[in-house]
């Protein structure tokens, strides 16, 4: 069965980082793309970064471009999110998934098959 792992939530002032993990299994991770989303109370879920594990590229949406940067250690089947200088606006559930194989670096939330649970950051002001 494919799953999806999120952990590394948590609470952290303003300013503050965090690193979330993805911890994927039941296919072949090196054909997948995986991204992180997020839903803020009262709001749409929103793509924040997305990674493809066999060519390693990226891509950042607009607010986190410059704070987040997003990883991937394909011997360990799990992709992570490092998120530094946290505003409160970055508070949200966030969800990892998966697209493939051989999607390439899919942008779309609809190109994403497997999603994990979520896991809560919360950043005070």
């Known amino acids: 069965d494919v799953q999806l792992q999120a952990s590394g939530g948590g609470l952290v002032q303003a300013g503050g980082s965090l690193r979330l993990s993805c911890a994927a299994s039941g296919f072949t991770f090196d054909d997948y793309a995986i991204g992180w989303f997020r839903q803020a109370p009262g709001k749409e879920r929103e793509g924040v970064s997305y990674?493809?594990?066999?060519?390693?590229?990226?891509y950042y949406a607009d607010s986190v471009k410059g704070r987040f940067t997003i990883s991937s250690d394909n011997a360990k089947n799990t992709v992570y999110l490092q998120m530094n200088s946290l505003k409160p606006e970055d508070t949200a559930v966030y969800y990892c998934a998966a697209a493939g194989p051989f999607l390439g670096l899919p942008t779309e939330q609809y190109e994403y098959d497997y999603w994990g649970q979520g896991t809560l950051v919360t950043v005070s002001s």
């Open positions: 990674v493809s594990s066999s060519d390693g590229s990226t």
